[in-house]
Antibody, heavy 121, light 111 residues
Framework: QLQLVQSGPEVKKPGTSVKVSCKAS????????VQWVRQARGQHFEWIGS????????NYSQMFQERVTITRDMSTSTAYMELSSLRSADTAVYYC??????????????WGQGALVTVSS | QSVLTQPPSVSGAPGQRVTISCIGS?????????VHWYQQLPGTAPKLLIY???NRPSGVPDRFSGSKSGTSVSLAISGLQAEDEADYYC???????????FGGGTKVTVL
């Protein structure tokens, strides 16, 4: 059974970058896509982007595509999401989740535990 | 503002049936993209509840069911239990925005 464990909370200054990791355990990581989603306190979910683990192909939300880079390291079964030019509005819990590599079937399952990123001067 | 519209809250007594609507448009639900539902308990990560309109992952009770009609979908919870008190979110792909979208969430309260 695939499990996703994310890195810990981060506090960053405005204008800097943050890199959140998502380490997978289980045999299906290489055949999945990793999705990244964030949730600000009291707000709804915002999809950030995704990476197909096998090919490395990425797909970014129009809202984040200028500032986000998603990568993966197959040797350590880890995916990464780096967000640059941080501002206070980026303060949120960032989640990774596994999904089918193509198409829209199956939903996001499982999810990581989330990583709180706080942007404050 | 969410592309998918959900009621902010619904409530019901234990044992009752409640439904949560999720209204989309022709660029998402109406285009035939799969709709998924998630349950989020306070302070925890979301959990997949329903995928592909009306399919339950292993371990999800059959009290939870989904349906679709045109550009909207619904999640029904029958035999409401105290442990069902949580936030519920719908999700679909949107072809105009070229990405995944979530509803604004519905808080279910068990009276």
């Amino acid at each position: 059974q695939l499990q996703l464990v994310q890195s810990g909370p981060e506090v960053k200054k405005p204008g800097t970058s943050v890199k959140v990791s998502c380490k997978a355990s289980g045999s299906t990581f290489s055949t999945s896509a990793v999705q990244w989603v964030r949730q600000a306190r009291g707000q709804h979910f915002e999809w950030i982007g995704s990476i197909v683990v096998a090919s490395g192909k990425t797909n970014y939300s129009q809202m984040f595509q200028e500032r986000v880079t998603i990568t993966r390291d197959m040797s350590t079964s880890t995916a990464y999401m780096e967000l640059s030019s941080l501002r206070s509005a980026d303060t949120a819990v960032y989640y990774c989740a596994a999904a089918a590599p193509h198409g829209t079937w199956g939903g996001f399952d499982p999810w990581g535990q989330g990583a709180l990123v706080t942007v404050s001067s | 503002q969410s592309v998918l519209t959900q009621p902010p809250s619904v409530s019901g007594a234990p044992g009752q049936r409640v439904t949560i609507s999720c209204i989309g448009s022709s660029s998402n639900i109406g285009s035939g993209y799969d709709v998924h539902w998630y349950q989020q308990l306070p302070g925890t990560a979301p959990k997949l509840l329903i995928y592909g309109h009306n399919n339950r992952p292993s371990g999800v009770p059959d009290r939870f069911s989904g349906s679709k009609s045109g550009t909207s979908v619904s999640l029904a919870i029958s035999g409401l239990q105290a442990e069902d008190e949580a936030d519920y979110y719908c999700q679909s792909y949107d072809s105009v925005l070229s990405g995944w979208m979530f509803g604004g969430g519905t808080k279910v309260t068990v009276l």
